[in-house]
Every structure is written in structure tokens, then in C-alpha cells.
Nanobody, 120 residues
């Protein structure tokens, strides 16, 4: 069993910053890509950013230049540094990870979500 636990959400004014963390624990052999997704009220969940095991990153156009994703493989943790936040960034942010729980079997796991609210 694998668990993803997020932290770091909260309320911030427009232009402010927040840092999200997501730690994976449990039966982990290896973690492939890790990422952050978000879902605003009445909208579908969307990709924010991903980071591969080799450090290659990918960002949604709406957050490029403002958000930075990173990971600490030794801690099985992924981070999302969010700067210059806008009210439209308000959403529940979910962590995702592709985890090998045996040398040959993997599955996709999600965190419980953390609320980010940006006031104007």
C-alpha cells in the first residue's frame, strides 16, 4: 500500500507565494513521474506540472514562469513552489505519483488534496 500526503495549502493574497509538499510512503520500490493537478469548483481536474524521475519537468501554460516543480528522490517527496499567485489559481491541488510497489508492478496514486485559495 502506498500513501501520498500533501501539505502546504492555505489562503494567500494575490501576488503571494505558497509551497506545496507531497510525501509518498509505504511499499515503494521506485517512483516514476510525480506531479500536481488541480480542480477548481465546477471545472475538470487539470494538469499543473509534472517531474520525471530524471528531473525533466513539464508545466501547464497557465503556470509557466510562476510555478516550479521539484522532487527529492531520497525522501520520495515532490514540491510545488507557487509564486505570483492569481485568484484563478484557486483550487484543490492534488499530488500524483506513478509508483512501482514491486520490481515489475506499478500503479497510479493520488493524494487527498489540499486547498489553495488566492484572494484578490
Amino acid at each position: 500500500q502506498v500513501q501520498l500526503v500533501e501539505s502546504g495549502g492555505g489562503l494567500v493574497q494575490a501576488g503571494g507565494s505558497l509551497r506545496l509538499s507531497c510525501a509518498a510512503s509505504g511499499s515503494i520500490v521506485k517512483i516514476n513521474a510525480m506531479g500536481w493537478y488541480r480542480q477548481a469548483p465546477g471545472k475538470q481536474r487539470e494538469l499543473v506540472a509534472t517531474v520525471a524521475s530524471d528531473g525533466t519537468t513539464n508545466y501547464a501554460d497557465s503556470v509557466k514562469g510562476r510555478f516550479t516543480i521539484s522532487r527529492d528522490n531520497a525522501k520520495n517527496t515532490v514540491y510545488l513552489q507557487m509564486n505570483s499567485l492569481k485568484p484563478e489559481d484557486t483550487a484543490v491541488y492534488y499530488c500524483n505519483a506513478g509508483v512501482f510497489f514491486t520490481p515489475f508492478r506499478s500503479s497510479d496514486y493520488w493524494g487527498q488534496g489540499t486547498q489553495v485559495t488566492v484572494s484578490s
